[in-house]
């Protein structure tokens, strides 16, 4: 597949060929459901907590007594029937979403939806990214002329990735809206798909390969 690279001002510059084995994977729908679902319940707290009538406090006499009154028999008032008891079948903070996934179904999860995004061209290479100061200023000025010179991108939130740690970089896209920065080794189908745009440089696909596939020659 062959693809186009740009520089910060917007400007192709040259055309590069995507390897198939990450770019060019089938999609598999179900597959890449349950993936998602894997890293959504991992993500999720059990905040919600309800108490049982062991919880509850009060209740500790016999509200009347078993028999003679007329009325149904009761051991507490912390009852599960009674107004202020306890909650039956309530959600408990002791319960644990986590789950697990294979490693090989999560890398090709994360394939699938790097394919479908070059198919669907919402993959952006650059040469490079380079910033003089440390400015967002400077970071909102070079997404701005992707923006307004690369029409596939002029809307969108945008996922950046970058082929080693920069906290420069990292730093001054911060306060950017809906750009959110980390490093392609990384990189997941749930965050994938939450950007509707990824940006990457050249040498990040050299990175992608040996993290995910364990291929350790040059791009």
């Not at 309800?50 to 149904?72: I, L």
Request: proline share 4%; with cysteine.
């Amino acid at each position: 597949m062959k693809y186009p690279v740009y520089n910060q001002k917007g400007e192709k510059i040259e055309e590069i060929s995507l390897p198939d084995n990450i770019f060019g994977v089938k999609m598999n729908p179900d597959l890449l459901y349950q993936a998602i679902r894997v890293y959504q319940d991992n993500k999720r707290q059990a905040t919600a907590h309800t108490k049982t009538r062991s919880d509850v406090s009060g209740g500790g006499r016999k509200p009347w007594r078993q028999k003679g009154t007329g009325r149904a028999r009761h051991s507490s008032i912390r009852s599960p029937i009674w107004i202020g008891g306890g909650v039956t079948f309530g959600p408990r903070n002791e319960k644990v979403y986590s789950c697990k996934l294979p490693k090989k179904m999560k890398r090709l999860a994360l394939l699938m939806v790097l394919s479908e995004k070059a198919r669907t061209n919402s993959i952006l290479i650059l040469d490079k990214i380079e910033l003089g100061e440390l400015k967002t200023k400077l970071m909102a000025q070079i997404i701005d002329n992707l923006r307004n010179k690369i029409e596939a991108f002029a809307k969108g939130s945008i996922l950046l990735a970058l082929d080693e740690k920069n906290d420069r970089i990292a730093r001054v896209s911060k306060n950017i809206p809906k750009v959110k920065t980390m490093e392609a080794r990384e990189l997941n189908s749930l965050d994938l798909l939450s950007y509707k745009h990824l940006v990457m440089p050249k040498a990040a696909i050299k990175v992608i390969r040996e993290t995910f596939l364990q291929e350790k020659h040059g791009f």
